[in-house]
């Protein structure tokens, strides 16, 4: 089975940055995955970590460190716009290695 | 190449009533995954077909949901005698291939059960 914690709510203030933590325990793992879903619309792809070590895409960075079960995603000079639900998500090793999705953290950025 | 549509965005039913959630993958792909999400949590998986085929159903409650993805047409997930807790938003992605390097959703069906 699949066990996936986030906080559940975080706030920031525009400008700064802010690390949205996950951790996992699995009984298999092909990947962790970061989207992010505004209020009433779809999940969007923002990274996707296979690897240990850091992926940097612009303002945002995911990290992985598979032997310790733990993602963060790093969310740089924060702008309004990114007030959103921040979904972590973990790829199985199971027939068709579906995402399995934490329960998402809402983050708030305050001017 | 347009993405996943999924219609309609919003659906009405009554408790007792049937709801039928469609969803067309984008173009080229095969595999369509279905999650639900209630409010204020997370999406969790409901079911993975391909074409003709239920690959994976283990988040689907066994009785009065069923879904299918016939070889043309969209994938329709079946909700049949709606209850008031059946009220979530439905999401559908789709894959090209069977190792899901990135899901693409599509915006969702809003069912709300009155």
């Known amino acids: 089975g699949q066990n996936i914690d986030q906080p559940t709510e975080m706030t920031a203030t525009e400008g700064a940055i802010v690390q949205i933590n996950c951790t996992y325990q699995t009984s298999g793992f092909n990947g962790l995955f970061w989207y992010q879903q505004h209020a009433g619309e779809a999940p969007t792809f923002l990274s996707y970590?296979?690897?240990?070590g850091l992926e940097e895409k612009g303002r945002f960075s995911s990290f992985l460190s598979r032997s310790k079960g733990y993602s963060y995603l790093l969310l740089k000079e924060l702008q309004m716009k990114d007030s959103a639900s921040y979904l972590c998500?973990?790829?199985?090793?199971?027939?068709?290695?579906?995402?399995?999705f934490g329960g998402g953290t809402r983050l708030m950025v305050k001017p | 190449n347009a993405g996943v549509m999924q219609n309609p965005r919003h659906l009405v039913r009554r408790r007792g009533q049937e709801a039928r959630l469609r969803c067309s993958p984008m173009?080229?792909?095969?595999?369509v995954y279905w999650y639900r999400q209630l409010p204020e949590e997370g999406l969790k998986f409901m079911v993975y077909l391909q074409k003709e085929n239920i690959i994976d159903e283990s988040g689907m409650p066994k009785e009065r949901f069923s879904a299918e993805f016939p070889k043309e047409g969209p994938s329709i997930l079946r909700i049949q005698q709606v209850v008031r807790g059946d009220s979530a938003a439905y999401f559908c992605?789709?894959?090209?291939?069977?190792?899901?390097?990135?899901?693409?959703f599509g915006q969702g069906t809003r069912l709300t059960v009155v």
């Open positions: 970590n296979v690897l240990d």
């Open positions: 998500a973990v790829r199985g090793s199971e027939a068709g290695n579906m995402l399995t």
């Open positions: 173009k080229g792909h095969s595999h």
């Open positions: 992605a789709s894959s090209p291939l069977d190792i899901l390097t990135e899901a693409f």
